[in-house]
Each structure stands twice: as C-alpha cells, then as structure tokens.
C-alpha cells in the first residue's frame, strides 16, 4: 500500500526556520516531491527530488532558502525550511510521483498534509 504521511508543520514568525519529513512507503516511487497550498489556490510545487540521482527541483521563491532531501534506508523525505516569508504559508503535502517535476499531475501518490503558518 501507498502510503505518506507528513510531520513538523507548525506556527513560526517571519525569518524563522522550520523542518517537514515526510515517512513514505518502501518502493513507492523514484520521485518525491512537496508542494504548497495555500487558502482559495491550487497547490505549487515547492521542491522535488530523485531518489537515486539526488537531482532536485525548486520553485524560484524558494531557491537559496529550502532544501530537500531524502533518507531511502529509512524512507524519509524531509524539507528543511529557513528565513520563511509570511507567503510561504499554507498546507504543506508531500507526494510520489513519475517524474521529476513541479507539476501536481505528475504525482500519485499524497499524504495528507501539514499546516506550515508563518507571521509577519
């Protein structure tokens, strides 16, 4: 069975820092990825990874300021999240996918989320 779940969403300020991980099931996919939705919008790519290559993605708000990176000994997705910006706020979802890509139809596979708010 398919499985993610997420962890480490929380209630920062603005400038601080926070960190998501992501458990997902063993042979799910090549590729992982988180992805944003905030209040009323559709959920935006945030960063992606292949697990093998360790090639990764990022949305162009968030270059220089997050990394992902994964554990596959013990299947681990994390997202290390710093100087947050209120606008980084939203729902955050981890996914697994069929490639490596920013774009939510890529992706089968989701968990269900975890609330990441960042205030001004």
């Known amino acids: 069975e398919a499985r993610l779940e997420e962890s480490g969403g929380g209630s920062v300020q603005a400038g601080g820092s926070l960190r998501l991980s992501c458990k997902y099931s063993?042979?799910?996919?090549?590729?992982l990825a988180w992805f944003r939705q905030a209040p009323g919008e559709v959920k935006l790519g945030v960063a992606a990874?292949?697990?093998?290559?360790?090639?990764?993605l990022y949305t162009d708000s968030v270059k220089g300021r997050f990394t992902i990176s994964v554990d596959d000994s013990d299947y681990i997705l994390t997202l290390e999240m710093s100087s947050l910006r209120p606008e980084d706020t939203g729902i955050y979802f981890c996914?697994?996918?069929?490639?490596?890509?920013?774009?939510?139809?890529?992706?089968?596979?989701w968990g269900q989320g975890t609330q990441v708010t960042v205030s001004a």
């Open positions: 996914a697994a996918g069929s490639r490596l890509s920013l774009g939510a139809p890529d992706f089968d596979f």
């Open positions: 063993r042979y799910i996919s090549r590729y």
């Open positions: 990874i292949s697990i093998y290559a360790g090639t990764t």
